[in-house]
């Protein structure tokens, strides 16, 4: 399973970006999607997650600026962001929560992690 994430740049506070992760997923079933960030010094932080069901939560500091969205095929997650600010500066993350199938009629549950976007947002 790869995760291919796409779509970060260098943009001025207020502007907007959207990034993609595109999954191959093989045999795996994907259950949600989330985005996480990692600024310079921090610790990787949840932003956003969608469920296969298209329920979405946000962490408070991006709620009504980002929206978390999946193609129907519910194998690429978006990342609309809106109303950029300086603070959101820091390498995008795309993971999937899933499970694979197991022989025996079971699962097996798993997450993949993408390679990362840079996004800067200048003030």
């Known amino acids: 399973v790869q995760l291919q994430a796409s779509g970060g740049g260098l943009v001025q506070a207020g502007g907007s970006l959207r990034l993609s992760c595109t999954a191959s997923t093989g045999t795996f079933r994907i259950k949600s999607f989330d985005w996480w960030r990692q600024a310079p010094g921090k610790q990787r932080e949840w932003v956003a997650t969608i469920t296969s069901a298209d329920i979405a939560n946000y962490v408070g500091s991006v709620q009504g600026r980002f929206a978390i969205s999946t193609d129907n095929a519910k194998s690429t997650v978006y990342l609309q962001m809106n109303n950029l600010k300086p603070e959101d500066t820091a390498v995008y993350y795309c993971?999937?929560?899933?499970?694979?199938?197991?022989?025996?009629?079971?699962?097996?549950?798993?997450?993949?992690w993408g390679q990362g976007t840079q996004v800067t947002v200048s003030s």
């Open positions: 993971r999937a929560d899933g499970v694979f199938p197991t022989g025996n009629g079971g699962t097996l549950p798993y997450d993949f």
